[in-house]
T-cell receptor, first 110, second 115 residues
Framework: DAKTTQPTSMDCAEGRAANLPCNHS???????VYWYRQIHSQGPQYIIH???NNETNEMASLIITEDRKSSTLILPHATLRDTAVYYC???????????FGKGTKLSVKP | NAGVTQTPKFRVLKTGQSMTLLCAQD?????MYWYRQDPGMGLRLIHY???????AKGEVPDGYNVSRLKKQNFLLGLESAAPSQTSVYFC??????????????FGSGTRLTVV
């Protein structure tokens, strides 16, 4: 698995875009980047994943740099319900299981 | 669809007791996983299965056993519970490995306290 580095915590004003960065400088060419979030004590929730191209779905956008060494998760209009711990994961290997770090605690404030 | 269902949701055990946690999924997923999460920490993989009848060890397998007799069920057993196994346990499932571009669906967790 490629090592990922995320800030410990971030704040965002309600209604503004939340941009969560992740460094994965050791990522290999065939390793996906995944983003999950965990709200309070609930089970983690899948948000989005990508390989090389930028991706967008109903929850968020994922911007991956051309060299693939970093990525940014964008929540376009953060709400109070987006307050959660966000995990950036780059699984690898033949099995490629998800290995969770400590993530970024995002606090969305009124 | 129920997704991933874990039972029980809460349990208190005495040291040395045994119990089984049940995970059931109705999405026809091949892969299933058991994680544990301790306060202030990320999830750690205990065991996983790549299909019916298969199991494999994850990061922290000691003290746990698993079985995947049916595709839709993945059981996690504690033979002799210890206070160090007090944790929140999450089950997950996926069509394939995340290394192959498959996302996981998680259950809502089982909160286990060993006294």
């Amino acid at each position: 698995d490629a090592k990922t580095t995320q800030p410990t915590s971030m704040d965002c004003a309600e209604g503004r875009a939340a941009n969560l960065p992740c460094n994965h400088s050791t990522i290999s060419g065939n390793e996906y980047v995944y983003w999950y979030r965990q709200i309070h004590s609930q089970g983690p929730q899948y948000i989005i994943h990508g390989l090389k191209n930028n991706e967008t779905n109903e929850m968020a956008s994922l911007i991956i740099t051309e060299d693939r060494k970093s990525s940014t998760l964008i929540l376009p209009h953060a709400t109070l319900r987006d307050t959660a711990v966000y995990y950036c994961i780059a699984p690898g290997g033949s099995q490629g299981n998800l290995i969770f770090g400590k993530g970024t605690k995002l606090s969305v404030k009124p | 669809n129920a997704g991933v269902t874990q039972t029980p949701k809460f349990r208190v055990l005495k040291t040395g007791q045994s119990m089984t946690l049940l995970c059931a999924q109705d999405m026809n997923h091949e892969y299933m996983y058991w994680y544990r999460q301790d306060p202030g920490m990320g999830l750690r993989l205990i065991h996983y299965s790549v299909g019916e009848g298969t199991t494999a060890k994850g990061e922290v397998p000691d003290g746990y056993n698993v079985s995947r007799l049916k595709k839709q069920n993945f059981l996690l057993g504690l033979e002799s519970a210890a206070p160090s196994q007090t944790s929140v346990y999450f089950c997950a499932s996926s069509y394939g490995p995340s290394g192959g571009g498959y996302g996981y669906t998680f259950g809502s967790g089982t909160r286990l306290t060993v006294v």
